[in-house]
């Protein structure tokens, strides 16, 4: 579950083969315009299903500007404008985490009814944190202090103990042939405000979690091979030249839009043709821009200090903690208007020793995680950024076998996860587990009912966002989920 | 307002469904109470709540079940019959509404209390219900045009005959004429040539070809001969075999990756498939035998072995982790690939729109559930007697070796370390088995202490189960509580039903005085028994390796299975290749990974993968002996064991059957469905295949969805042509057009004077507004311009740097996105589907996951930043400028302008005008101007930045994607190690860009705090201080890249190549 560091800046451009609005249909504009103009691409009956609109309607199409990752707005008023979702790959305890479960510690050791093995109660304590008094583990002493901005979820489900199926499931809503990513979907339906960076960004994680399937291409996610040590050339492939400087740049893109003139002036108008102008320009910014973004020395030493940075390290980039500068590299880039970053974190695949592997994970996101929440309320920018936290299942509340100290195993039936700010109802821990924390039981909530949340703070109907491929209509919820209104403030 | 009149039509069309609705109350017969209570309490719940998924006539029938009548309501779904005369609990939809079991309908919200009381007592009553089976209409959707029989249609009379050169323009224009339209005039030279170059081979003309055809004193005969030649280039065969690729969903790995990753997920010959495509297109194999060989060239008799490539088709794709995915893969690529349709959608249910039942669905299935991958497939290439076969043989042969022999020496490394502590290890691992209490935990980890043994070693060695034949009666004399001494002493004596037990340990065990029964004393007596057996033991390995022996010795097997514990035995007659992979999977995630470390498994794909001349192999099917018929799944879900399921004898799709679908005969049926795929009388095949030609040819189909034909395609902008190119396509005309010819049908397209048209459209009048009439030209009034695929952009950039290298056709995939570049046409390069390269993705390259005719056209910013910022890019400018022609012309200082044409000749092939000719010359004025304004100031700089080019080297990767070739195994675990000679270090080992003394160096392979210690001429030393060891890496020179900025020259190539027409094709 580790983040794959092979690849540098993978923008996959997948192939759609969606019915085409019937070209006989539409007047004025050319079927390319129309779509070009709309950032589809192609796929116009998809446009219109997206926006539950009349396809005909060009009045809504027109008042789109150009470009693929134009930013649209969604089926009501959003909540949330922008997500970093915590991956916390390996799957997370539930009972050591965010399910205080007093009756196992009380049945430590000895048979439970219902449950094979025997309780392993947690070996951390909890304390009501916040003016909801939440109750908090002690291995979350940053985090904790924001239980009043978080939603803790007890009752998460989805019944797939096995770590790549289940991963899928989270970010993709199936197990079965590849399907988009929550974070291509997301830029599918809204777009990016802004134009000179990519609207989906992954920092690590397995590919499966940006890959935008049958959705056009540049839906995919842009995985940033992120390294403390690496430099900014290695990260971000081809985003300077070694061979021009940017005034020469900048003359030869003068040159080349003076002979684009000339090319189209005697062609039939053709969006794609000015499209590609477009593109030059904004890559030509994007090279100052991005650059920018994921320089993380720029940020002043109490804040790098916070989200554990230490001071050392090529671009300043090097630290302790990895997943802190990810973290703070998450919060430039949503400053900048990408529409979702997702970070990949790991060790929470303890099935041995509880008591020192699962406090060395949370050590891991707790000091950054705090941070981060701290530093985009202090940036007012909490409120329109859903920041999310969870693995692809949960563990057992009995201990598992083997030799040493003990640990947990695979368990489908209940995981956690936190949500905070973007519309999120804070100090709240939603649905609720049997007395030992085994089986979600109150509010049960499945992925797909997650899922359907996250669209719904994002301003989507679950059940609207859709893309036609292959003959049918597809979604993030198949044919699933219901959103958990309590959880929306 | 053409708002308002939807929406007023929408009204008309509800008031006549309740018109027809009350029609039918007042014919059905039913008693007026009963009508009543359906009225005022059944049908307001149907409606709100049911009706939107479960209507024939609303157009959704979930889960087979439909509730517009009581008909359907008894037919009832998936799941049976709705209801139940008069048994209102076993009735399944009051099971449902009452949320009893896990079938909860409405799935959102539960019906109140009393609609469920309404309910129950309706179908109490024997669901009395008003409406009219009869009445309600569900669409045919055997009605649409692509199902029906294609028949050859009259060509059109036109006004402007004069136009016509063959019968393709008399359908275009007379449709054309029905809008009064004219098509645009004919294409100018240089244009048209370049479109004909790159259509066919996708290359551009060179400056010498585009002067001897523009300058041909008979165009019509020049036209001719340049399609006839290039029709004949094998660089054709290249172009058009990336096409079909797109639709076959070719790549050269699996796409597995995790967990299941040892086993290798590289295909070594996924490419005899690729090259099988090239070399059947250039020998314009008739189209019907193209889909029988890809289908099942191993049952067509007299067939040559290079034939056998052809099975790639199946085999090529993902490896999902079910096999009904691979299946259910299998299906789609066939039906979407061949019939334009989606099939697929009927493994869970009915297809929605066409006309494709489940059952359909599953007699494919069976065909595909019957057969099987040899493993290894047969030698369809390579010369034995040459020096590199002989040289891949023995390298093969080495590798083998050590593969063998590390698995023997691994698994006794386990073993002996297992048996030294086997004491210790059963009672821990008996000790802390998941329902132990928490006492006996705490004996089991005092002992882990006292030993020192590893958790994870006691872990993944001790397997206790009661089965186990070493450890099995050792674990029995623990738990059997009943009887014990009974049981006990019939396993001893051979009495007992159950797991065979080894006999060795029987043998010991027949010899105790007394059989233990505490954890301990057992643990005893085990660790006794291995101390008793090891002297044997140990003779035991010599035995098991052996590799004259054919098969083990039985006497034997007892004492090497004790010799192997706890790994399996597997005797060397036993062992092969695909056994040890399938041993690493088995022996779990330690073991496992050290397997594959040590066996040099993924060196052996590698040597196959990079070989030069190597044998060839084809990645083949074949029928399993008995084959089998499948069962319907219920929405997917293969029925579980003793569920009743209908079976579906394997079969073609009835829709496409011309013989009623009759079940196939022949193992398998993959030779019959072929025939079925290719025949004339399938209206899909030939229609399918000359749509995609079109699309390719005019950059949209006649119908805009070349994948998918059915109902949700529409109607083609020509059916007729559609039709008539259809017949035409599979009809044997003689030689010089045989049946099913698709180089035929290309001269056929490309003769036509619609292909010809210009794509400038200044030619229209004002009395029309063409535009408006056909703004997407459907109509084909003129060419469309196509962006230029990946493919042939990077072909078109290498041909015009002149570093092409078309020496020869097919061969092993290669690098072509990773420095050094290879210069080989792009149809070559690695496709790893599970990380696709950053460059393909960029530019809209078909993804592999599924087939994928149409690509996207998407404009990304990326696609700029490559064209301005990557070495590639930088490579083809400095290549460009290097070109006789243009150093001749740059020599000279009054020669710029005969430099400038030349530049324009070679990127755009024509002639530039004067205004361009003047706009590429103040850009050469400029840029000179700004070189020496700014000479003086920099010449410090220039100094200083000479002598950091000078160490400034770029590492690369060196093989085809896959693997990255990381630094060998082991470094890093002592002190001074040093990387031998030549080993390249990939780029994510190094990240080169900042390749100084100082640097921090990470990597796989590579420990964290990794730094270079120093830099001399290509040697590289790196050191750490944590492991203390330092190493030495020898970078080659090919791997040096020097950046030199760009001369004013230089930037002029690459300005011109960011321009639109650069990347289009008029």
């Given at each position: ?21 019937h ?5 004025g ?5 129309f ?48 997500i970093i979702?915590?991956?916390?790959g390996g ?14 510690v009380n ?17 951390f ?35 797939i103990p ?26 599918y ?11 989906f ?14 959705l ?55 969006a ?6 477009q ?35 090529g ?11 990810k ?33 060395r994970?949370?050590?891991?996101i ?10 985009l ?13 969870g693995?692809?299942f ?12 003990p ?16 519309g999120?109802?804070g100090g ?18 499945h ?6 949340t ?14 036609n ?21 | 307002?053409?708002?308002k ?11 006549l ?25 059944i ?24 509730l517009d ?6 037919k ?13 609990k076993?009735s ?28 129950k ?9 008003p ?6 209409v ?8 692509a ?26 224009l ?36 585009i ?5 041909d004193?008979d ?12 029709l004949a280039?094998?660089?054709y ?22 967990n ?5 997920y ?17 020998s314009d194999m ?5 889909i029988?060989?890809?289908?099942a ?9 290079e ?6 088709l199946?085999?090529?794709?993902q ?40 059952a ?17 497939g ?31 020496s ?38 882990l ?29 623990i ?21 065979k ?21 057992v643990?005893?007596?085990?660790g ?37 514990y ?6 060397a007659?036993?062992?092969d ?20 470390n ?6 052996i ?21 008995k084959?089998?018929d499948s ?9 579980k ?16 059957s011309?013989?009623g679908?009759?079940?196939f ?7 019959e ?8 009388e ?8 000359v ?29 007729e ?15 010089s ?18 292909y010809?048209q ?15 009439t ?19 952009f990077?072909?078109?950039l290498l ?22 570049y ?62 006789p022609?243009v ?14 044409v030349?530049i324009?000749?070679i990127l ?12 590429a ?32 080297v770029?590492?690369?990767?060196n ?15 002592g002190?001074n ?12 080992v ?28 290509t ?8 492991t ?29 190549m960011?321009s ?7």
């Open positions: 579950m580790d983040p794959n560091p092979n690849s540098t800046f993978n923008c996959s451009f997948g192939p759609d083969s969606s019915p085409l609005l070209p006989g249909s539409m007047s504009l050319s079927r390319r315009d779509l070009v103009r709309n950032g589809i691409g192609v796929g116009g009956l998809s446009l219109a299903a997206l926006f539950g609109l009349n396809p005909f309607d060009l009045n809504a199409a027109a008042a789109a500007p150009m470009g693929p990752l134009a930013p649209k707005a969604p089926h009501f008023p959003a909540k949330a404008k922008a979702q915590i991956f916390a799957a997370p305890s539930t009972v050591d985490t965010w399910d205080p479960k007093p009756e196992l049945n430590d050791g000895k048979k439970i009814p219902g449950y094979e093995g025997n309780a392993l109660g947690s070996p304590k909890f304390e009501k944190k916040g003016k909801s008094g939440v109750e908090v583990s002690e291995i979350f002493p940053e985090i904790g202090k924001h239980i009043d901005d978080i939603a803790v979820i007890r009752s998460l489900f989805a019944e096995d770590h790549g199926i289940a991963a899928k499931m989270l970010m993709t809503g199936s197990t079965q042939l590849p399907k988009p990513s929550l974070g291509s979907w997301m830029v339906g809204l777009g990016s405000v802004n134009q000179n960076m990519p609207g960004i992954t920092l690590g994680g397995d590919s499966t979690f940006r890959q935008c399937a049958f056009p291409g540049i839906y995919q996610g842009c995985n940033v091979n992120y390294d403390p040590n690496a430099s900014l050339a290695t990260i971000l492939a081809n985003i300077r030249s070694e061979f021009s400087s940017l005034d020469r740049q900048r003359r030869q893109l003068d040159l080349a839009e003076q002979m684009n003139k000339m090319h189209a002036a005697q062609l039939q108008k053709d794609q043709l000015e499209a590609r102008i593109a030059f320009e904004i890559a030509f910014k994007m090279q100052t821009e991005a650059t920018d973004a994921f320089d993380v020395s720029k940020e002043p030493q109490a804040i790098r200090d916070k989200y554990e940075l230490s001071s050392a390290g671009m300043g980039m090097g630290g302790k903690n990895s997943t802190g500068t973290l703070l590299v998450a919060r430039r880039l949503i400053e900048r208007g990408v529409r979702v970053v997702q970070v990949a974190t790991g060790g929470w695949d303890t099935h041995a020793d509880i008591g020192n592997t699962v406090k994970a949370a050590q891991g707790d000091g950054p995680a705090g941070a981060l929440l701290q530093d309320k202090d940036r007012g920018l909490l409120d329109s950024t859903l920041v999310m936290w693995g692809e949960g563990r057992t509340v009995t201990a598992g076998g083997g030799a040493g100290a640990g947990r195993d695979h368990n489908g039936k209940a995981m956690v996860a936190w949500m905070a700010g973007g999120v109802k709240q821990a939603y649905g609720a587990t049997d007395e030992f924390g085994g089986r979600a039981s109150e509010n049960k909530m992925v797909h009912d997650l899922h359907a996250i669209l719904a703070l994002m301003g989507f109907d679950h059940t609207k966002l859709i893309y491929y292959n003959g049918r209509p597809f979604r993030l919820t198949d044919n699933f989920g219901n959103v958990a209104k309590e959880l929306i403030a | 307002m053409n708002l009149r939807l929406s007023l039509r929408a009204v008309a069309v509800v008031f469904a309740n018109c027809s609705v009350a029609h039918a109350a007042a014919t059905a017969q039913i008693a007026p109470e009963h009508r009543e209570f359906f009225e005022n309490k049908r307001p719940i149907l409606s709100n709540s049911c009706l939107e998924c479960h209507s024939g006539e609303k157009g959704k029938i979930k889960g087979g079940l439909n009548s009581r008909e359907t309501l008894l009832g779904g998936e799941t049976g019959a709705a209801f139940k005369e008069g048994d209102i076993g399944l939809i009051i099971k449902a509404i009452t949320w009893e079991d896990d079938l909860q309908m409405p799935p959102k919200k539960k019906l109140t209390p009393e609609e469920i009381e309404d309910f007592r309706w179908i109490g009553m024997g669901a009395p219900d409406r009219d089976a009869s009445k309600i569900v669409k045919d959707k055997k009605a649409h045009w199902f029906q029989p294609v028949a050859r249609p009259e060509k059109p009379a036109v006004k402007n005959a004069a136009w016509c050169v063959n019968s393709i323009d008399n359908f275009v007379a449709k054309l004429e029905s809008k009064e339209m004219l098509p645009a005039p004919q294409a100018d030279k240089e244009a048209l040539l370049r479109r004909v170059y790159f259509d066919l081979i996708g290359l551009p003309p060179s400056p010498k070809e002067e001897a055809f523009v300058r004193p165009p019509d005969q020049a036209y001719v001969r340049v399609i006839d030649k290039l280039d094998p660089a065969g290249e172009r058009w075999a990336r096409h079909w690729l797109d639709t076959a969903r070719y790549s050269d790995t699996t796409g597995v990756v995790g299941a990753r040892f086993q290798d590289r295909y070594a010959y996924a490419y005899s498939f690729r090259d099988w495509v090239i070399n059947s297109l250039n008739p189209y019907d035998q193209f029988v060989q890809q289908l060239a191993d049952k067509v008799p007299n067939n040559s072995k034939n056998l490539a052809a099975m790639g199946l085999t090529v794709g490896r999902f982790q079910q096999k009904d995915d691979i299946i259910n893969d299998r299906i789609d690529v066939i039906t979407r690939g061949f019939l334009g349709l989606t099939v697929v959608c009927a493994r869970c249910h009915d297809h929605k729109f066409d006309p494709v039942t489940a359909d669905y599953y007699g494919l299935r069976g065909v595909f559930d019957s057969i099987t991958e040899p493993k290894e047969p030698v369809i290439g390579g010369n034995q007697n040459s020096a590199a076969y002989q040289d891949f043989a023995r390298k093969l042969a080495d590798l083998e070796k050590n593969a063998y022999s590390s698995f023997y691994l698994q006794r490394e386990i073993s002996d370390r297992f048996r030294k502590n086997a004491e210790a290890i059963f009672e821990i691992a008996y000790l802390s088995q998941r329902d132990s209490t928490p006492e006996e935990k705490k004996t089991a980890n005092a002992i202490e006292k030993t020192k043994l590893q958790a994870r070693f006691v872990d993944d060695t001790a397997k206790l189960n009661p089965n186990n034949p070493i450890t099995g009666i050792f674990f029995k004399m738990t059997l509580k009943d009887n014990r001494d009974k049981q006990l002493a019939d396993i001893l004596q051979g009495k007992a039903k159950g797991p037990y080894n006999t060795a340990v029987i043998d010991f065990l027949k010899k105790q005085p007394k059989l233990p029964s505490q954890v301990h004393e643990a005893v007596l085990f006794k028994m291995v101390l008793e057996y090891e002297p044997q033991v140990a003779g035991m390995y010599a035995e098991m390796q052996n590799a004259s022996k054919t098969a083990a010795d039985p006497a034997k097997i007892p004492l090497m299975e004790l010799a192997a706890p790994l399996p035995m597997v005797p007659a036993e062992l290749l695909e056994r040890l992979r399938k041993e690493g999977i088995r022996w779990g995630l330690t073991f496992g990974g050290q397997l594959e040590k066996s040099g498994l993924a060196k794909n590698e040597l196959k993968l990079t070989s030069k001349g190597g044998p060839v192999r084809a990645m083949v099917v074949e029928d399993l002996p084959p089998k069962p319907l799944f219920i929405r997917g879900n293969a029925p064991a003793g569920e009743e399921a209908r079976i579906i004898p394997r079969r073609f799709i009835e829709v496409l011309t013989n679908a009759t079940p005969k022949e193992g398998s049926g993959r030779l469905l072929a025939h079925a795929i290719a025949s004339k399938n209206p899909l095949t030939a229609r399918v295949l749509n995609r030609m079109w699309m390719y040819h005019f950059g949209e189909g006649l119908v805009r969805t070349p994948d998918d034909l059915g109902n949700q395609a529409g109607v083609p902008s020509h059916p042509l559609l039709d008539f190119l259809s017949t035409w396509f599979t009809e044997d005309f003689g030689p057009k045989p049946a099913w010819s698709v180089k035929a049908l290309h001269k056929a397209i490309m003769m036509s004077r619609t010809q210009s794509s400038n459209t200044a030619f229209r009048g004002k009395s029309i507004d063409y535009e408006k056909d703004p997407s030209n459907s109509m084909l009034w003129h060419a469309n311009i196509r962006r230029l695929d990946f493919e042939s990077r072909d078109s041909s015009m740097a002149g570093t092409l290298d078309r020496s020869s056709v097919g061969g092993p995939s290669v690098n072509i996105t990773e420095e050094p290879s210069f080989r046409r792009s149809v070559y390069g690695y496709i790893d589907r599970a990380n696709i390269p950053d460059l393909l993705m960029q530019f809209d390259v078909a993804n592999p996951d599924q087939p994928n005719t149409k690509r996207t056209s998407t404009i990304v910013p990326q696609q700029a930043l490559f064209l301005m910022n990557s070495p590639f890019a930088a490579q083809v400018v400095q290549r460009v400028v290097n070109r022609e150093v001749q012309a740059v020599a000279v200082e009054k020669n710029t302008k005969a430099g400038i030349a324009f000749r755009l092939q024509r002639t530039p005008s004067i205004k361009e000719q003047e706009m010359l103040a850009f050469l004025v400029n840029e000179n101007k700004f070189q020496s304004s700014v000479k003086a100031a920099t010449a410090d700089i220039n100094k200083e930045a000479a002598k950091i080019a000078a160490t400034k770029k590492a690369q990767q093989n085809n994607g896959g693997k990255k070739a990381v630094l060998n195994d082991g470094e890093f675990e002190a190690v040093t990387l031998t000679k030549g080993t390249n270090i990939v780029t994510n190094l990240n080169v860009a900042d390749l100084h003394v100082g640097a921090a160096v990470s990597g796989q392979g590579v420990p964290p705090g990794t730094t270079i210690v120093s830099v001399a001429g040697t590289v030393t790196l050191s750490n201080k944590a203390a060891g330092s190493m030495t890496a020898s970078l080659r020179a090919a791997d040096l890249v020097q950046r030199v900025t760009f001369s004013p020259w230089e930037a002029l190539v690459q300005a011109i960011f639109n027409e650069a990347a289009y094709v008029n």
